[in-house]
């Protein structure tokens, strides 16, 4: 049972915490993802786990036992580090091979695990070469290839595919969800890329300057973003984030921009009577805005005017980048066969029953 | 001007060429010249008191070959450089592996070690004579301390040498540390931090790791300390004057002497100089190459 559990875990580097008051826990087997923008203490995270970095604060169980005092090689767990960290003056297979030898583990074995990890990754040709020559893609799988053949009982992994191109990345991401499913390792992945985060992950944790934001499954964060921050930061592209007050007109509340008036559903919002005059940021994704010549009709949409500034086919849909009414710049994404073009009005039709509403004053969703 | 220095194919090189001028003159006037000055006359039978010279051929060259002193000195100093460079080097590395770590009193040490090394040989031979004296230096009562009754040191044939070696060691540990410790820190940290996962540490970590990454900084330090081993000099003039019976005389204690003692044969020590220097050179060569399979 390698679950891992962090307990008011801080990390201070001088001045500056990397890590703050941080509580989480990964299940046994599970892949945990840790996403967030740059320098918001995901290495961090990693290393204090590792062993490598020893908290200010808290304190890291194991299985259920305390890591306190124990040397990283003592807790079995293989990192990917986020640049690597091969060994320059080992061929690909020893870098590899290395940890099975410091384990004295028999030279047949440790043959049988390189070469297997070699075929998984499509490194086996490079396993006479020196990491100097290696691109950044063929390193990382390396670094990658040097975790997977311990078979440790904790994973860790910053940012292992950043340095691929997009079709090797998805090839490995599906590669490293079978691997997980088939050695049923515990796993926590770093990665800044929200999309990454969304497929790979059975659970996200979102922090932010150390902070976690909010964790659970990908639906859940994308659907229900506790503040303003998540919102902004799941899903792709990001969130339209409108700022505004809350007015109360006779036939319900509605949200105002100063530019846009949208009125707000009931059934979405509840009752917003006692909120009047509330500043407020008005949260709507850009696939829950429709071309309105293709959106159904309905009484909980709103309905936009607007020129069009950008116009991005992408096949399957179309992204418009939009200028609203008193210059409120927003995102769509429409169906492909818009007649949206450059410069030209577009009209526009939002579900609001997908908004969100968020007190501008301490960005937590309002509910 | 511009016509005149149409040699340049542009500004840049001009300017290249005039910045190195100075320096380029220091190297022709003392290095060069002295150099092929010396190839020059090494076939005559200059002399330092002597007015002109007299070309004699290969005949300095024939004399050196059949000299049993130069022999001897070409092999104390063979016996001073396989004694030093190797001990030194590797009690540099030691010290270096545990002077590489932030502890408080690092600085302190790392300065201790240093300071003989740009202290100057003359004012530490100096001391090292007196300390090795049998019976007032200190060398000896520290040994008298843990039982043992030390030889006479200088003055023996048998320790002289020894001596000599001994007080090198001491004074060239900080060189090759110094070196050993900012090639220590050049290694980068995630390498360690992956070694520690994958389970190397203490020993095993110094030999798979540490040591493999400094292979380019241990083949610089070896011949750069075997070069600097061949050119022993002051501290044989200060604390022995190549005795006693020779025992200490090494090789360009030998060319000084032929060069500046009586009668001055100019010609001759210039002819011992470049054999010491050929010597030298193709030594090494050799210990590059050597060192060269080593790393891979
Ligand atoms: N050794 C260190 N010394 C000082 N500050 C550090 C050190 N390591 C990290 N920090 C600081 O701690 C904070 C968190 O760093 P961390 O490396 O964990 O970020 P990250 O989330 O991994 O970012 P990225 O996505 O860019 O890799 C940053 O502000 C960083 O500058
Ligand atoms: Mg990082």
């Not at chain 1, 990665?191 to 985060?197: G, L, Y």
């Not at chain 1, 509605?254 to 979405?268: A, H, N, Q, V």
Request: aromatic residues 10%.
């Amino acid at each position: 049972m390698a679950e891992v559990i962090l307990k008011g875990v801080t990390k201070k580097f001088g001045k500056t915490v990397a890590v703050s008051g941080l509580d989480l826990e990964v299940k046994d087997k599970e892949l945990l993802v840790l996403v967030g923008p740059s320098g918001c203490g995901k290495t961090t995270t990693l290393r204090m786990i590792a062993g490598l970095d020893d908290p200010d604060e808290g304190e890291i169980f194991i299985e259920g036992k305390s890591m306190k005092g124990v040397e990283p090689k003592d807790r079995d767990i293989a990192m990917v580090f986020q640049n690597y960290a091969l060994y320059p003056h080992m061929d690909v297979y020893n870098n590899m091979a290395f940890g099975l030898k410091m384990q004295k583990m028999p030279a047949a074995e440790i043959e049988a695990r390189v070469k297997e990890a070699a075929k998984i990754l499509g490194i086996e040709d490079l396993l006479e070469r020196k990491p100097k020559a290696l691109s950044g893609g063929q390193k990382q799988r390396v670094a990658l290839g040097r975790a997977i053949v311990r078979k440790p009982r904790v994973f860790l992994m910053d940012e292992p595919l950043s340095n691929l191109d997009a079709k090797l990345r998805v090839q490995m991401r599906a590669e490293l969800s079978r691997i997980h499913k088939r050695i049923g390792a515990t796993i926590v992945y770093v990665t800044h890329d929200q999309t990454e985060a969304m497929t790979m992950g059975e659970r996200i944790v979102l922090m932010k300057d150390g902070i976690i934001q909010q964790q659970g499954e990908p639906m859940q964060l994308y659907d229900d973003p506790v503040n303003i921050f998540v919102a902004g930061f799941i899903g792709s592209p990001s969130m339209n984030l409108i700022d505004g007050k809350i007015r109360n007109t006779y036939d319900g509340a509605c949200f105002d921009s100063g530019d846009l008036t949208i009125s707000l559903p009931e059934k979405r919002f509840g009752s917003l009577a006692s909120r009047d005059g509330l500043d407020v940021v008005l949260g709507i994704r850009p696939e829950h805005i429709e071309d309105a010549e293709f959106a159904p009709m309905g009484a909980d949409r709103a309905v936009l005017g607007a020129t069009a500034d950008v116009v991005e086919p992408m096949g399957s849909e179309t992204l418009l980048y939009v200028t609203a009414k008193g210059g409120t710049q927003v995102t769509a994404k429409v169906n492909p066969s818009t007649k949206a073009a450059f410069g030209k009005p577009v009209t526009l039709s939002a579900d609001l029953t997908k908004a969100h509403l968020f007190d501008r004053a301490t960005g937590l969703a309002m509910k | 001007m511009a016509r005149t220095l149409k040699v340049f194919k542009n500004e840049q090189h001009s300017t290249a060429f005039f910045a190195l001028l100075p320096s380029f003159a220091v190297f022709l006037v003392f290095t060069l010249y002295p150099l092929l000055y010396s190839l020059s006359i090494s076939f005559t039978d200059a002399g330092l008191l002597k007015q002109g010279s007299t070309f004699i051929g290969l005949s300095n060259y024939v004399k050196l070959f059949k000299d049993p002193t130069f022999w001897k000195a070409m092999l104390n100093t063979l016996i001073y450089t396989v004694a030093v460079v190797p001990v030194a080097n590797a009690l540099s590395f030691m010290l270096a592996l545990a002077l590489n770590r932030k502890l408080a009193l690092t600085p302190i040490y790392r300065t201790a070690f240093f300071m003989p090394v740009v202290a100057s040989t003359a004012s530490v031979a100096t001391v090292w004579f007196l300390f090795y004296d049998p019976f007032y230096g200190g060398f000896n009562a520290l040994m008298a301390k843990i039982g043992i009754s030390g030889p006479a040191w200088l003055s023996d044939p048998s320790w002289a040498l020894a001596g000599i070696i001994i007080m090198a060691i001491w004074k060239n540990l900080g060189y090759s540390m110094v070196i050993y410790l900012a090639g220590l820190q050049d290694i980068p940290k995630d390498i360690y931090d992956a070694a520690a996962l994958d389970g190397a540490y203490g020993q095993r970590l110094t030999r798979y790791i540490t040591i493999p990454l400094m292979g380019r900084i241990f083949s610089f330090t070896m011949i750069i300390s075997t070069i600097r081993s061949f050119q022993v000099f002051s501290q044989v003039r200060i604390m022995t004057g190549g005795g006693p019976t020779n025992s200490t005389l090494v090789a360009v204690y030998y060319i000084y002497r032929q060069a500046f003692e009586s009668p001055y044969r100019l010609g001759y020590a210039s002819a011992a100089a470049w054999v010491v220097f050929l010597v030298l050179g193709i030594l090494a060569v050799l210990e590059a190459r050597t060192m060269r399979r080593i790393e891979q």
